[in-house]
């Protein structure tokens, strides 16, 4: 696959310091992309409560302007956001998504409503102290991924956004604590959210940032849940490695195409501003 359509820069508050726009499109080219999309983080809610720093959106836009210009005759450049909790801060949200030219438009879900990031329930953190997964039992778990995907769903409903990132990103954090997450009891509702997805024209992403190489690791969604979205009708797929260094762009990609392909994929199809992109998995 040559297209990496989630990335972040040193934008992002928790962007390497090497990870330059430019740095990250050389990465891209010497990994053989046809396409990048850089999407730094705007958490919106954590801008505006000071939770996070305030992501520099006049500098990633002109960094991005910049190295379309640099690449052109190389790569793709895709101006693009990394948007969280759009629907907890709407006004604020669609003024962002108005003030700039986004190319393509991430829509997460990194933590829920009056609630701390799933991140911080798996460490010991003194400035963001949260119930922590590794104590909760299993039924708390579920119901926490319960709530993920009501809100998710509650998102779709949100105008403008193009992809859905890491649908299961709890899973990473339940999983990195030694828990584990049952997808049986959920996949009703997991089955309805894709078919809302399919309806809204929204793309599911594939996040390989958990996955390794040789194909073990953790898919974002797991194989069943991609199976399901197929088996669901939907033929909107993209890829991110989520990278936030430039070496990891594309992170195992082999293995990601391999699942896609198992799962019954054969190009990625991404809606952007500029309209769907349609680009082969096996390349
Ligand atoms: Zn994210
Ligand atoms: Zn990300």
Same mark, same amino acid.
């Given at each position: ?140 778990? =579920? +119901? #926490? ?14 105008? %403008? &956004?193009?992809? @859905? *990132? ?90 990601? =195409? +391999? #699942? ?14 500029? %309209? &769907?992109?349609? @680009? *082969?998995?096996?390349?």
């Amino acid at each position: 696959m040559r297209a990496d359509l989630h990335t972040h820069t040193l934008y992002s508050f928790d962007g390497d310091p090497t990870a330059t726009v430019n740095a990250m499109c050389e990465s891209a080219i010497a990994k053989g992309l046809t396409h990048l999309a850089i999407t730094d983080h705007c958490d919106i809610n954590g801008e505006i409560e000071g939770i996070y720093p305030v992501l520099d959106k006049d500098a990633v836009f002109d960094a991005v302007c910049a190295a379309k210009k640099t690449y052109a005759r190389r790569l793709t450049v895709l101006f693009g956001i990394e948007l969280g909790q759009a629907t907890q801060y709407p006004t604020e949200a669609r003024a962002l998504l108005e003030r700039y030219p986004y190319d393509i438009v991430l829509g997460s879900l990194h933590n829920l409503a009056n609630t701390p990031d799933f991140y911080y329930m798996s460490v010991q953190d003194a400035d963001f102290p949260a119930p922590q997964l590794a104590e909760m039992s299993d039924g708390e778990i =579920a +119901a #926490l991924f319960e709530r993920s995907l009501q809100e998710t769903s509650a998102l779709l409903d949100f105008e %403008g &956004i193009h992809v @859905l *990132p890491h649908l299961t990103y709890l899973h990473r954090y339940v999983r990195q604590v030694g828990r584990k997450l049952n997808f049986t009891p959920h996949l009703p509702q997991i089955a309805a959210l894709f078919e809302k997805m399919i309806r809204q024209g929204v793309a599911l992403e594939l996040n390989t940032s958990s996955l390794v190489a040789d194909g073990t690791g953790l898919p974002m969604p797991t194989a069943e849940l991609l199976a399901l979205y197929r088996q669901c009708g939907g033929k909107l797929i993209s890829v991110g490695s989520d990278a936030h260094v430039p070496h990891r762009i594309a992170q195992s990609f082999d293995a990601a =195409a +391999a #699942l896609l392909t198992a799962c019954g994929f054969t190009a990625l199809s991404v809606p952007t501003a500029g %309209g &769907i992109l349609t @680009l *082969p998995i096996n390349s």
